[in-house]
């Protein structure tokens, strides 16, 4: 036996953690983080609205490394397979885990029934992608997916301000937190339904294109099997003769 083929190679797991993989899953490791700020446990610090600061510049910063995962691995040639898995599972992790924490958080703005329309959302996406991943082919994400991933980053960090306060007033420029979170988690819901009509859409559209090809290749097929024994049949004829 070669001691040459003992010698060591990285496997496939060795090459995919990288510096965006690994951004990936510091997101995903962040979350229990997060729904600890947005709990009762997390202590409160001498000025009043501490708790609701900390948790809105957290939850932006692990919102921005989404984007951040995603432009190295296109810049640095390090788009791996575990990488497109983990990716959307951890935004759709974060959000809906702000979402849920968030209902007891401030349960004037966000509602039950919202947090179960955004979180179905995420289950007929994912679940129409799995049956595409089978059917050969991808869906792609919509600029009314990536507004609806915009439009609930904004919600949930006006939804986590509007606790501490209705509005910021710096004289010069006044933010209705209230009214932005009030009007935010409606469009939210909203447009959640309306991407989730969209990729259905799109996912029917992929299926029938794809029933149509495979049912004209099975015409060719069995339309040149005939074309084939015409030819055999035609020799017999002539031998018979």
């Known amino acids: 036996m070669h001691n040459g083929s003992r010698r060591y190679r990285p496997g496939r797991w060795a090459n995919s ?3 965006p993989n690994s951004i990936t899953l510091s997101r995903i490791f962040c979350i229990p983080i997060l729904i600890w700020m947005l709990s009762p446990h997390f202590p409160h ?20 490394s ?12 390090q788009i791996t397979t575990m990488g497109m898995l983990l990716d959307p599972i951890a935004d759709k992790l974060l959000i809906t ?23 179905g959302r995420e289950f007929l996406v994912s679940g129409l992608r799995s049956i595409a991943s089978t059917e050969g082919f991808t869906i792609e994400a919509s600029d009314v997916g990536k507004l609806k ?8 960090v ?13 004289g010069w420029i006044i933010v209705p937190v209230h009214l932005i979170a009030a009007v935010g988690v409606y ?28 049912r004209r290749t099975d015409n060719e097929l069995v339309l040149s099997r005939r074309k084939k024994a015409a030819p055999a049949a035609h020799n017999a004829t002539q031998c018979k003769s």
Do not use: C
């Open 158 to 170: 006006a939804a986590t301000l509007d606790r501490g306060w209705a509005m910021w007033d710096w």
């Open 149 to 156: 991933t915009v439009i609930q980053i904004v919600t949930v």
């Open 45 to 64: 610090g001498g000025f009043h609205g501490e708790q609701e600061l900390v948790a809105s510049v957290f939850f932006v910063l692990v919102s921005i």
């Open 97 to 119: 885990s702000a979402l849920v924490a968030l209902v007891e958080f401030n349960p004037h703005i966000v509602k039950p029934w919202i947090v179960v329309v955004v979180v």
């Open 17 to 19: 953690v990288n510096l």
């Open 187 to 214: 469009y939210m819901a909203g447009i959640s339904i309306l991407s989730g009509a969209d990729y259905f859409v799109a996912f029917w559209r992929k299926i029938e294109k794809a029933s149509a090809t495979r």
């Open 66 to 77: 989404d984007g951040v995962d995603g432009y190295l691995a296109r810049h640095r040639g």
